[in-house]
């Protein structure tokens, strides 16, 4: 007898077909618990070249490191979080990130509920003038009556570092600026006697810009030495012992080695 072709009846998949099904079902959940497990992680970063470097095309370490990280393990996700150098503070209190990476807690951390990691770089601030034949080191030592350049909302050892641009304006006639190439550019054509640059980004720029090198003098001395740690938001998971462990795995692995040779740092 033939089948009714308006019979509502349809033939069952087979039994190994269902299970199959199952199985790819299962492995698909199974597969959304374990990303749904990883802790998500806010690292909050504000422009600092070569650390943190908004322009088109420039790479990042922060970000670097934050990819580095997520690769190495399977516990935390960490994702960034964009800020400014004068609003990071405002935003950590309003919980919008936990982590910093290569700040430091002298930074005006000062009553803050931030510990910092072990040290992972040391580094700097220095100071550079348009290159002249009158100039030498002795040039960097009284900064009375020179225009000097900085990064706005950064903290600078020539002023106790007290990044109010106010007073900094008012009393050793800086010029606040938001661009290391900037700071680079106005030294180099002579629109600022002095600006203060980060030693790392600086390296950085001359390996791209080689014809820069004879244009400038650079200090010998710092405006400030650098120690560049993780800052994390107390109480929470992971602590900075787990992040001390993180790096020391990556570091004896050679991961951070290769990260740091990647922007010809130590």
């Known amino acids: 007898m033939l089948p009714n072709p308006k019979s509502s ?3 069952a998949p ?17 597969g959304t618990i374990s990303v749904n497990a990883q802790q998500v992680v806010k690292v909050g970063g504000y422009d600092f070249p070569p650390f943190v470097d908004k322009t088109p095309g420039a790479t990042s370490l922060t970000l670097d490191l934050i990819a580095a ?5 399977k516990k935390y996700v960490f994702e960034f979080v964009h800020t400014s150098s004068k609003r990071r503070f405002i935003n950590f209190d309003e919980g919008k990130y936990d982590l910093m990476f290569f700040e430091a807690l002298d930074w005006g951390w000062q009553g803050r509920e931030m510990a910092a990691s072990e040290v992972i770089m040391h580094g700097g601030t220095v100071y550079i003038t348009r290159m002249e034949k009158y100039k030498d080191q002795r040039y960097f030592d009284d900064l009375r009556g020179k225009t000097i350049w900085g990064i706005l909302g950064y903290h600078y050892g020539f002023a106790n570092f007290n990044a109010d641009y106010d007073f900094l304006k008012k009393n050793y006639n800086a010029h606040m600026t938001t661009s290391q190439d ?5 030294a180099v054509t002579g629109r600022a006697d002095i600006s203060v640059v980060v030693r790392e980004y600086l390296q950085i720029y001359l390996l791209k810009h080689p014809e820069v090198q004879n244009k400038i003098l650079v200090s010998t001395k710092f405006d400030a ?4 740690t993780i ?3 107390k109480g929470i998971s992971p602590s900075v012992a787990e992040i001390n462990k993180l790096l ?14 990647k922007y010809n740092l130590k």
């Not at 990280?69 to 393990?73: E, K, S």
């Not at 900037?182 to 106005?186: M, P, R, T, V």
Request: cysteine-free; hydrophobic content about 55%.
């Open 231 to 233: 800052l994390v938001r």
């Open 248 to 261: 020391l795995e990556m570091e004896n692995a050679g991961i951070l080695k290769k990260l740091w040779g």
């Open 14 to 30: 087979p039994r190994g077909l269902r299970r199959l099904v199952a199985l790819v079902a299962l492995i698909s959940w199974l």
């Open 225 to 228: 030495v650098n120690a560049y």
């Open 182 to 186: 900037g700071l680079i550019e106005a």
């Open 9 to 11: 009846h349809r033939l």
């Open 69 to 73: 990280l997520n690769a190495f393990q």
